[in-house]
């Protein structure tokens, strides 16, 4: 990268940066967990929201941020589901910025439990920008491989979660469980490891938990 | 985006069209058909190079570029095939870009028949940079789902091949090829459409077939 560059750039992280632990203070003030899902195109990220919102609706008050580069398809269908959803489309742009989701903050009402951010599908460039998300989920599907792990390091490095998606389809690929979680695991020995499939209902459940756990100690924590 | 970041964004994009044009004239006439493969990661960029060199080898002189974040992976599975490879590890970078490219060009043989280029998995990025390519092919696996191409539309639009990859389990996935190829040829009706799977060896023959015709013209052209 050339010195121009990488000035820009570092002047677009640096205020990216600020944002975003506004964002951050500002959602957890008011008790709300927010997820930022990054992944691969179609690793499955609107199908495995799909079905933690069926699990938390009945309970607990959502909200979810969509996206994409076009379309308002994915905002859709969580509609579907019962769930306000806001879509960003960033007409070309390969990632979320925390700006992005500044503009959108006052309209997310102020008792929502859980905030989920989808974004664009892209195992690279979001993984640089901090959208204030309390937690980092990476999706990688059983299709793309397990050897992806080291080939894109710093999505799964800056996660505080690996979720396996697809595990349905395990047997029918060259694709070893054990050796995409210890590749990932070499990188970020602190990732917690889902194994799910949306389509079987698979690991749905722990990674609820896993968030509802989450979110009793952020609203300990500002109690 | 600022206004700033669309100065310097417009000027890496204007000296990298350039380079690029600089790499096509020179491999043109040398009689080198040089394809630029992209897509997201995962969707089977290297095996299908894996099975396209092996029907090609006995009779064609081949090299291959592998762009990567990191690992040096990718080539080593070209070379164990007896194929000249190149790993550009980005060390970060979402894409290739022309310069990475012209750096390697003193090493492929001058007798080269095709160059193969795989780029970075990113469907988003590496769609904005010309590396000095004949054909530029858009790789789409079944597993990634049938409504990428209207999400996703630079890297289809600027694509001359879409190649639909896995389609061995379009009968296990939510996927409609046809709504697919129709999606993508809405955004770009020249696109010539493959369906395979490198694990079935399907479809294999009628894209190498192809990027063989083209090279037939690139040499008669610069005869």
Redesign the interface.
Known sequence: ?EK??LV?LE??LGSNKKIAAEIRKKLEQEGILTVNFLS???SGKTTLLERIVEVLKPAHKLAVIEG????E?DAERIRQKGVPAWQITTG???HLEAKMVARILSKIPAETHLLFIEN??????PASYDLGESLRCVLL?A???D??P?????AFLTADCLIIT?AD?VP?LPFSLEQAKKEALEINPRLHVFVTSALKGEGIQELVQFFLARRKELTQRHA
Do not use: H
């Open positions: 990268m121009k560059e820009v002047e677009i691969s195109p179609g994409d580069i076009e379309t398809r070309g742009a390969c664009v599908g892209n195992l690279v460039c599907s299709p793309e491989g050897d992806k080291k080939k894109y390091p710093k697809k389809l029918l």
